[in-house]
């Protein structure tokens, strides 16, 4: 059984920073492209960052380039995104999801498998 498992978000003020993470397990973990998605209140889920099996290639929506970094350690069935320059629209609930294969590019297609259950960040003064 697919397990994913987000951890560290919370409340920061904008500007600030947060590191969110993502202990999976039920597969191989190191065989899959791995997303962070999230969902803002009242809206749809929307991808923000891929990443392949061997971490070289990433992807990142627009909104959040420059400012998240995504990144992966395979030894520990571990994703991780960092924050850094939060924005109040970067409020919404966090999850990190498995793609259907290798290619970052399922992110576009919404090609994602299984997610955990979603970790808060809200930004707000």
């Known amino acids: 059984e697919v397990q994913l498992v987000e951890s560290g978000g919370g409340l920061v003020q904008p500007g600030g920073s947060l590191r969110l993470s993502c202990e999976a397990s039920?597969?191989?973990?190191?065989?899959?492209?791995m997303a962070w998605v999230r969902q803002a209140p009242g809206k749809g889920r929307e991808w923000i960052s891929a990443i392949n099996p061997s971490g070289f290639t990433t992807k990142y929506k627009d909104a959040v380039l420059g400012r998240f970094a995504i990144s992966r350690d395979n030894a520990k069935n571990t994703l991780y995104l960092q924050m850094d320059n939060l924005k109040p629209e970067d409020t919404a609930v966090y999850y990190c999801?498995?793609?259907?294969?290798?290619?970052?590019?399922?992110?576009?297609?919404?090609?994602?498998?299984?997610w955990g259950q979603g970790t808060q960040v809200t930004v707000s003064p």
């Open positions: 039920g597969f191989a973990f190191s065989d899959y492209g």
């Open positions: 999801a498995k793609l259907r294969g290798t290619n970052v590019d399922f992110v576009d297609t919404g090609e994602w498998t299984d």
